[in-house]
T-cell receptor
């Protein structure tokens, strides 16, 4: 059973701070890693993908991947109240077309 | 550029009934995946359709079935509904290399079984 683990939270940070969201996975052969944002009552929206060890930056978002330690993280700089949502980590194992989702981490950014 | 369209938005059914949910993928996408998301949980993979065939299936019973049409749209059918089938059903469209490029999700169908 390929597993993707996330702390359900909530993670509460003040406006302007850096929010750090973490995800671990069980399959060492995993190839592709995704972060989705899901607002309450809405559907998930892809915000970042990462495939190689290291950091990938897109605006205020940075994804970090460490395959040796089997974790992927998402940093949100200058957090805004509009970033308050559930962040879902998804991991595609080797040999599968289909990414497995974690249960998500709830982020609350308070003014 | 139209995104992923799902219908209906909400549905209330009685235990034992059957339901059909529909999905039109984003323009340019030919692969459709269906997910079930219970409250407070991550999306759980039901199955994926590509070239009108079920390409991969998750750990769901045979009561869950689907179809993909030549125009890439798709249906999800659930027979003999159980209370536990109450959830948000998400359709996700993509290119065939799902695991590389990720999904575009529709707005979902909220199914309530009473």
């Amino acid at each position: 059973q390929k597993e993707v683990e996330q702390n359900s939270g909530p993670l509460s940070v003040p406006e302007g701070a850096i929010a750090s969201l973490n995800c671990t996975y069980s399959d060492r052969g995993s190839q592709s890693f995704f972060w989705y944002r899901q607002y309450s009552g809405k559907s998930p929206e892809l915000i970042m993908s990462i495939y190689s060890n290291g950091d990938k930056e897109d605006g205020r978002f940075t994804a970090q991947l460490n395959k040796a330690s089997q974790y992927v993280s998402l940093l949100i700089r200058d957090s805004q109240p509009s970033d308050s949502a559930t962040y879902l980590c998804a991991v595609r194992a080797g040999g599968s077309y289909i990414p497995t989702f974690g249960r998500g981490t709830s982020l609350i950014v308070h003014p | 550029d139209a995104g992923v369209t799902q219908s209906p938005t909400h549905l209330i059914k009685t235990r034992g009934q059957q339901v059909t949910l529909r999905c039109s993928p984003k323009s340019g996408h030919d692969t459709v995946s269906w997910y079930q998301q219970a409250l407070g949980q991550g999306p759980q993979f039901i199955f994926q359709y590509y070239e009108e065939e079920e390409r991969q299936r998750g750990n769901f019973p045979d009561r869950f079935s689907g179809h993909q049409f030549p125009n890439y749209s798709s249906e999800l059918n659930v027979n003999a509904l159980l209370l536990g089938d109450s959830a948000l059903y998400l359709c996700a469209s993509s290119l065939p290399e799902t695991g590389t490029y990720g999904y575009t999700f529709g707005s979902g169908t909220r199914l309530t079984v009473v």
